[in-house]
């Protein structure tokens, strides 16, 4: 997951920025429109790193200085963003009805700090006893709000807090095969380590002249007659996101080369049946 950006300032970087100041309404041109809609991995990213989503409308925007930041891409700039609070979309604790942040934005084709007009959508959490200060999950954790983002995002939220929620998945644990008594015939089993700890695995069955068919379970019962997840769910997204590309060669553990060649191909077939986790954040 993207690493997080610190929000505390030395003192003498906020006189600095406060000399910089930008108002967010001032001369300088539009901020330019995101290309490309956040994918449904890009907002679960941020869902599930944030603990706190908030909808702010940025009111002034103050430049950190390039001499003290790092990790800043190419074409990009740090600011202080000071945003009044319109509503909290997830998370509990006291925030101030006025929001402060770093987040890293665009520069436009002067090298001009963006314009923002727009409410944002911020992926946050808490300074510990400061509720006028927020951390941005990534450097770039906001978005501009609008309906259809804010319905795609409060469904995200709700997939990711629905009892029994499918868990991070962080590898897969073992792989086996065991053939059946039909030639064609057989099942594979992919058990898969969670950050939680919780079971999770993965069936693919197959039979005589019919393609092979396989199903997910997040629990200790595995569902050998179940249905692959749809695309764009919380459960697609915790394997098409992270499950490694390949099936590591220590976890295949068929004692037959034949059956350990196919787990490996079940695997792919797997990953094949998924698709790609499609992120257009940079």
């Given at each position: 997951m993207p690493k997080s950006v610190p929000t505390h300032l030395t003192a003498a970087a906020g006189a600095a920025m406060l000399a910089l100041a930008v108002p967010a309404l001032g001369d300088s041109r539009p901020l330019p429109a995101a290309p490309v809609a956040p994918s449904y991995a890009d907002l679960a990213d941020l869902a599930d790193a944030a603990q706190l989503v908030v909808r702010a409308r940025p009111q002034v925007v103050k430049a950190v200085p390039p001499a003290?930041?790092?990790?800043?891409?190419?074409?990009?700039?740090?600011?202080?963003?000071?945003?009044?609070?319109?509503?909290?979309?997830?998370?509990?604790?006291?925030?101030?009805?006025?929001?402060?942040?770093?987040?890293?934005?665009?520069?436009?084709?002067?090298?001009?700090?963006?314009?923002?007009?727009?409410?944002?959508?911020?992926?946050?959490?808490?300074?510990?006893?400061?509720?006028?200060?927020?951390?941005?999950?990534?450097?770039?954790?906001?978005?501009?709000?609008?309906?259809?983002?804010?319905?795609?995002?409060?469904?995200?939220?709700?997939?990711?807090?629905?009892?029994?929620?499918?868990?991070?998945?962080?590898?897969?644990?073992?792989?086996?095969?065991?053939?059946?008594?039909?030639a064609?015939?057989?099942?594979?089993?992919?058990?898969?380590?969670?950050?939680?700890?919780?079971?999770?695995?993965?069936?693919?069955?197959?039979?005589?002249?019919?393609?092979?068919?396989?199903?997910?379970?997040?629990?200790?019962?595995?569902?050998?007659?179940?249905?692959?997840?749809?695309r764009e769910t919380l459960g697609w997204y915790r394997l098409a996101c992270f499950l490694p590309r390949v099936l590591p060669g220590s976890v295949n553990i068929s004692s037959a080369a034949a059956d350990r060649a196919r787990a490996a191909s079940d695997y792919r077939m797997v990953l094949e049946s998924l698709g790609p986790c499609t992120r257009n954040r940079g």
């Open positions: 003290q930041v790092r990790g800043v891409k190419a074409g990009w700039a740090r600011y202080l963003v000071e945003a009044k609070t319109e509503a909290l979309i997830y998370g509990r604790g006291a925030l101030g009805t006025k929001v402060s942040y770093l987040v890293d934005l665009p520069l436009d084709a002067r090298g001009k700090p963006p314009r923002i007009r727009t409410s944002m959508l911020l992926f946050a959490r808490p300074v510990e006893g400061r509720p006028a200060e927020l951390q941005l999950v990534a450097p770039d954790a906001q978005m501009p709000w609008d309906e259809g983002l804010d319905a795609r995002l409060r469904s995200v939220l709700a997939e990711f807090n629905a009892p029994g929620a499918p868990q991070k998945i962080t590898g897969v644990r073992e792989a086996i095969h065991v053939p059946g008594d039909l064609g015939q057989g099942e594979t089993q992919l058990f898969l380590g969670t950050a939680s700890g919780e079971p999770a695995a993965i069936t693919v069955i197959r039979e005589p002249a019919q393609p092979p068919r396989w199903s997910v379970s997040f629990s200790e019962v595995v569902e050998a007659s179940g249905e692959p997840p749809r």
